[in-house]
Each structure stands twice: as structure tokens, then as C-alpha cells.
């Protein structure tokens, strides 16, 4: 059974006028992932399908341009139409149930487990549901951050969240059918690059021999179709935009 990925959002570092910030649904052998919940992508997520479906929730890492609509999330599932028969199992970093907590104004977390089953990542984390695995691994960011690959019945695509050049994010995209990757400025942490450039991009897809390379969450910087084309430079595989809106089944 193939996967699709269905874009939400990709804006950088905040959204524009019908441009969320990173938010994509994955869709595959049963299973519904809502993966990143930038500002905007629930509202686009609900285009697409309806919430209480969700089998899941992953999250690459809690700066707010991935993580602010959980805030959204947990008002619709508490107190709308969207409630889903259990809670929804929420793959994240470790902070994130006392980092939502702390917008309701509460130093508890227990309120929250009625509307999602909080489930810390780690590298190396591995989980399957129905027939849609997911593997996660950690990479640079300078804080708590991971990628993912995501593999059905041989699809397999991979998410670099937001990294810098790391051992670990090439070999999550090893072999992959698409590679969702970020394009950005060359940006730095304490001495790490946090961030990738399109040609760190590029190089990525192109030594991980992925068949295509996907740009997305690219800056105010830069705009998307030169983030794409120099990335389509380096990478030698087929390379595309993300765009809203974009659906792809492979």
C-alpha cells in the first residue's frame, strides 16, 4: 500500500497569508499521521481529514513554527466537534506536555491526558501503526531535534524536520522515494549549524540516493523556487517544491 504526504503548511519562521507554517498529514497502510503542527496546519489539516481520525501525532522538535497548533488541537478535541474516541497518541520531545500546559497557565500535566497519550521520542525510537512504520533519529538543532522515515509495504519516505548536516539525517533518508527536507540560510548555535542550506540539502539527497528530493520550510531569506534550484544543483535526483495544497502518493 503507498504513502501519501499531503503538504499543510511550510513557512519559515512564521506564516504568511495561506502559507502555514510546517504541518504535513501521512497517510498509509490504515494509519493518518499529523506530522509538525506549525501555525495554520490544523486549519489546513481539516481540509483533508477529519482530526478525531488521527492515529497520530509526531513532532520533529517544540520551536513554536512546528509545535503552536497542538495549542489549537487540544481546544477541538476537548471542547468541539473533533473529539477523538481515545487520546491521540502524541510522538514528541520530552517537554512538550509541561510546554503546552504552561499556555492553559498549569504546572500540572494530567488535564491534558483526556485529549493526547504523551509518547517521548529518542533516537532511535520505532513505531508501527496498522501497516505505517515510523523511525525516528535524532539530529542537529541545537536542541532536542529529530527526523523521520517513515516506510509502507516498501514506500519509504523520509523528514528532516529542521537539522543541520549530521550523519544521522543521511542515513535516514538512505534510499528513500521522497526526502522532505528544509532549505534554509546557513544559520548557527553555539558553533553547530542548526539549519541546512539548499546545497547541504542537495548533498544530503544526493548521497543518501534518494529518488526525490522535496524543498520545503525555506526562509523569508530566500525564495522557495531559488532554495529548489540550487539545491537541484547538487542533489542529482529529480527536485521539487513543496507546496500547500501538494498531494503525493508514491
Given at each position: ?77 476537548a471542547y468541539g466537534a473533533m473529539t477523538p474516541a481515545a ?103 553555539g558553533g553547530e549549524q542548526v539549519h541546512l542550506t539548499p ?20 526562509g523569508p531569506a530566500l525564495t522557495r523556487e531559488a532554495a ?23
Open positions: 500500500m503507498p504513502i501519501t504526504l499531503t503538504v499543510l503548511g511550510t513557512a519559515s519562521p512564521h506564516p504568511g497569508p495561506d502559507r502555514p507554517c510546517s504541518g504535513y498529514l501521512l497517510s498509509g497502510g490504515g494509519a493518518e499521521v499529523w506530522v509538525d503542527a506549525g501555525p495554520g496546519s490544523f486549519a489546513a489539516l481539516q481540509r483533508h481529514t477529519d482530526p478525531a481520525r488521527l492515529t497520530a501525532i509526531w513532532i520533529s522538535h517544540l520551536h513554536a513554527d512546528h509545535t503552536a497548533d497542538l495549542l489549537c488541537a487540544a481546544y477541538a478535541f487520546p491521540v497518541p502524541l510522538y514528541a520531545p520530552q517537554d512538550c506536555a509541561r510546554r503546552l500546559a504552561g499556555f492553559f497557565g498549569r504546572a500540572d500535566v494530567d488535564f491534558l491526558k483526556n485529549v493526547f497519550d504523551f509518547r517521548p521520542l529518542y533516537d532511535g525510537h520505532d513505531v508501527r501503526h496498522w501497516n505505517l512504520r515510523l523511525t525516528t533519529r535524532a539530529v542537529a538543532h541545537g536542541t532536542e531535534a529529530y527526523g523521520l522515515r517513515a516506510e509502507c509495504q516498501g514506500s519509504v519516505l523520509a523528514y528532516s524536520g529542521d537539522s543541520g548536516p549530521c550523519p544521522a539525517l543521511t542515513e535516514l533518508a538512505i534510499g528513500a522515494d521522497l526526502f522532505l527536507c528544509e532549505a534554509d540560510i546557513d544559520a548557527h548555535h546545497e547541504d540539502a542537495g548533498r544530503v539527497a544526493h548521497e543518501a540516493r534518494v529518488r526525490e528530493l522535496l524543498v520545503t520550510h525555506v529548489t534550484a540550487r539545491a537541484a544543483e547538487v542533489s542529482g535526483r529529480p527536485t521539487s517544491t513543496a507546496v500547500e495544497g501538494d498531494i503525493r502518493t508514491f
